[in-house]
């Protein structure tokens, strides 16, 4: 199995919901990204887990809790969003060092 | 600031011609070189990887890089109206942990 998997497809939520997004691997990779990309702009990256550890964090607001259990999974905690949150959400993943990012599918947020 | 430059285009190709792609970037201690290839609502897909200066081919993509003049290009040979999409040229700059750097991505279409 060498792809990324991502869950759900699509959500919606309210301002005062709490959510998670959920992605996993099976590439071997110990490297695991989150990146938040609006319509027609480039993805931007939120967060790097390198080894299970967070290693990057690209200033990104508190509503957005990341969180690595283990080498193959990240999750992506959701609270107190606003509607400019909307975005495609996209995990990937690759050895570290970040060569050859793979992405995932990616969840379709919408907040309402 | 490091930037990636691309020009958004829409370029518009013939069926079976060749489709070149541009892309600029502004730090010279870059060592990493991707261009991914994203259809409308999906994720980025990984097509060309480059890192040396030259040449690459896979198939009916030639990747090029010249690291002198801060610029790398992707040829499409014999263009399909199957290659239309957005394609973002993405760079690792030096010593980061992984963080790629996408440029805004160019939409080609490729007119049957």
């Known amino acids: 199995d060498t792809e990324v998997t991502q869950t759900p497809k699509h959500l919606v939520m309210g301002m005062t919901n709490k959510k998670s997004l959920k992605c996993e691997q099976h590439?071997?990779?110990?490297?695991m990204y989150w990146y938040k990309q609006k319509a027609k702009k480039p993805p931007e990256l939120m967060f790097v887990?390198?080894?299970?550890?967070?290693?990057i964090n690209e200033s990104v607001p508190s509503r957005f809790s990341p969180e690595c259990p283990n080498s193959s999974l990240l999750n992506l905690h959701l609270h107190a969003l606003q509607p400019e949150d909307s975005a495609l959400y996209l995990c990937?993943?690759?050895?570290?060092?970040?060569?050859?990012?793979?992405f995932g599918p990616g969840t379709r947020l919408t907040v309402l | 600031q490091k930037e990636v430059e691309q020009n958004s285009g829409p370029l518009s190709v013939p069926e079976g011609a060749i489709a070149s792609l541009n892309c600029t970037y502004s730090?010279?201690?870059?060592?990493?070189f991707f261009w991914y290839r994203q259809y409308s609502g999906k994720s980025p897909e990984l097509i060309m990887s480059?890192?040396?200066?030259g040449d690459k081919e896979d198939g009916r993509f030639t990747a090029q890089l010249n690291k002198a003049s801060q610029y790398v290009s992707l040829l499409i040979r014999d263009s399909q109206p199957s290659d239309s999409a957005t394609y973002l040229c993405?760079?690792?700059?030096?010593?980061?942990?992984?963080?790629?750097?996408f440029g805004k991505g160019t939409k080609l279409s490729v007119k049957p």
């Open positions: 990937a993943s690759s050895h570290p060092g970040g060569n050859e990012q793979f």
């Open positions: 590439m071997g990779h110990r490297a």
């Open positions: 887990y390198s080894y299970e550890k967070l290693s």
């Open positions: 730090d010279r201690v870059s060592q990493s």
């Open positions: 480059i890192y040396s200066n």
């Open positions: 993405a760079v690792k700059y030096g010593g980061s942990q992984g963080n790629l750097i």
